[in-house]
């Protein structure tokens, strides 16, 4: 009934982009706040980035350094993960998750998609 799926992840070069999309079903996003993170192997699973359903909660992690950008399109029912210059230190298997309203960047979601692996090599 409630879901999450994600879409776009796969092989990229060092220095290029990906758009990450995250399509909810069985319930509409305009309330929720829509987080993303990843794993990435032999890690813990770490918050990357969240769409807010409120203008000025946006977040990103600290370590990304603005290379990433969160946006929605609720008459879509998707969030989007835009990811440039990216390196192997950002593969890993991404995840979005949905929680009421704000955003924050632990677990403290409700809602979770299965993943969409990110793979950045030659």
């Known amino acids: 009934q409630l879901q999450l799926v994600e879409s776009g992840g796969g092989l990229v070069q060092p220095g290029g982009s990906l758009r990450l999309s995250c399509v909810a079903s069985?319930?509409?996003?305009?309330?929720?706040?829509i987080g993303w993170f990843r794993q990435a192997p032999g890690k813990e699973r770490e918050g990357v980035s969240c769409?807010?359903?409120?203008?000025?909660?946006?977040m990103y992690a600290d370590s990304l350094e603005g290379r990433f950008t969160v946006s929605r399109d609720n008459a879509k029912n998707t969030v989007y993960l835009q990811m440039n210059n990216l390196s192997p230190g950002d593969t890993g298997d991404y995840y979005c998750?949905?929680?009421?309203?704000?955003?924050?960047?632990?677990?403290?979601?409700?809602?979770w998609g299965p993943g969409t692996p990110v793979t950045v090599g030659p």
């Open positions: 998750a949905a929680r009421f309203r704000y955003c924050v960047l632990h677990d403290n979601y409700d809602y």
């Open positions: 069985g319930f509409k996003l305009d309330y929720f706040a």
């Open positions: 769409a807010s359903s409120v203008s000025g909660n946006d």
